[in-house]
């Protein structure tokens, strides 16, 4: 009787064993692959022909204080988000970026620092070395979460008598997270003040945390686990949020910006110089062989 027993133990971890490694419980968190809706991120449109690439610097950001669970410290987001806005306007092809350490150190050392507070312009300055500062706010950076029970059965039976006499039943927790945030971004001229082009738009991201890529801690992702936005996920979710609003005033820049700033072609052909009769004086036609005022061969 004990050696049934011990078989029947074992025949029952076993068959847990396998049933959780395939329903995924046994994972520790929810973890998904890399967002679908992050393919397209950082790939822009080609800037117009002959376009000349401007110099911009990018100063840290303006953000008020986000609501949510952060794992770092959310003093870094003003950082975090000039250095994720330096990253896509490079690949916009249509910039030559100053990163914020370079761009705080040439303003020292024309005693320029107090031009630029975070996110705006304190007072208009010429900048050797920059034609436009891209400054950038965030507003309302908001992250709620939301839980959903699933019931995850291997239908009625044997099988699922002696699972659920053991465990008690699989159920896996989906975690919804939302992000919000409003984006500001202005490209203005640091020697009058002016804004060449500016956009706001208000960014909402929902989406599971599994499908999303957003950790969750604890065994399973279950209902007790908790949900802590890391560093790499908030770069993640700001890089989605800028990428919308920088798409958006591509076109603007590229008009008022890109096409002012190029240089005028020298490869045009010359105006042709106007020929007049040796006799008449009358105007010649450009390929004439005789004046048809007077007859006389040309030269």
């Known amino acids: 009787?004990?050696?049934?027993?011990?078989?029947?133990?074992?025949?029952?971890?076993?068959?847990?064993?396998?049933?959780?490694?395939?329903?995924?419980?046994?994972?520790?968190?929810?973890?998904a692959e890399r967002d679908p809706t992050t393919a397209h991120v950082g790939i822009y449109d080609p800037p117009p022909p002959g376009a000349q690439r401007v110099r911009v610097g990018v100063p840290p950001f303006s953000v008020e204080e986000p609501r949510g669970r952060f794992g770092f410290s959310t003093v870094r987001l003003d950082g975090m988000a000039a250095d994720q806005l330096?990253?896509?306007?490079?690949?916009?092809?249509?910039?030559?970026?100053?990163?914020?350490?370079?761009?705080?150190?040439?303003?020292?050392?024309?005693?320029?620092e107090g031009i630029v507070r975070a996110g705006e312009m304190a007072q208009p300055a010429q900048v050797r070395g920059v034609d436009y500062l891209l400054l950038g706010k965030i507003t309302g950076f908001r992250v709620t979460t939301e839980r959903t029970g699933r019931q995850l059965g291997v239908g009625r039976g044997w099988l699922s008598d002696q699972?659920?006499?053991?465990?008690?039943?699989?159920?896996?927790?989906?975690?919804?997270?939302?992000?919000?945030?409003?984006?500001?971004?202005?490209?203005?001229?640091?020697?009058?003040?002016?804004?060449?082009?500016a956009h706001f738009s208000q960014f909402r991201q929902q989406d599971?945390?599994?499908?999303?890529?957003?950790?969750?801690?604890?065994?399973?992702?279950?209902?007790?686990?908790?949900?802590?936005?890391?560093?790499?996920?908030?770069?993640?979710?700001?890089?989605?949020?800028?990428d919308d609003t920088l798409r958006k005033m591509l076109?603007?820049?590229d008009q008022r910006v890109l096409v002012r700033a190029a240089?005028?072609?020298?490869?045009?052909?010359?105006?042709?110089?106007?020929?007049?009769?040796?006799?008449?004086?009358?105007?010649?036609?450009?390929?004439?062989?005789?004046?048809?005022?007077?007859?006389?061969?040309?030269?």
Do not use: W
Not at 268 to 277: D, G, K, N
């Open 1 to 31: 009787m004990r050696k049934v027993r011990r078989g029947k133990v074992i025949l029952i971890g076993l068959l847990c064993g396998g049933a959780i490694g395939f329903l995924g419980c046994a994972d520790v968190g929810q973890r």
């Open 251 to 253: 076109p603007e820049i």
């Open 163 to 197: 699972i659920e006499g053991v465990t008690g039943g699989y159920e896996q927790e989906e975690t919804v997270i939302t992000f919000e945030m409003g984006v500001d971004l202005r490209l203005v001229d640091p020697t009058t003040g002016e804004m060449e082009s």
């Open 86 to 112: 330096t990253t896509l306007m490079h690949r916009t092809g249509r910039f030559n970026v100053i990163e914020r350490a370079q761009l705080g150190q040439l303003l020292a050392e024309q005693d320029l």
């Open 263 to 299: 240089p005028v072609s020298t490869d045009a052909a010359p105006p042709a110089t106007a020929r007049f009769c040796s006799q008449c004086g009358g105007e010649l036609q450009a390929d004439a062989a005789f004046c048809g005022g007077c007859g006389t061969a040309v030269q």
């Open 208 to 242: 599971t945390a599994r499908s999303m890529g957003i950790e969750v801690a604890g065994v399973g992702g279950r209902g007790d686990a908790e949900v802590v936005i890391s560093e790499d996920d908030a770069g993640r979710v700001m890089r989605l949020a800028f």
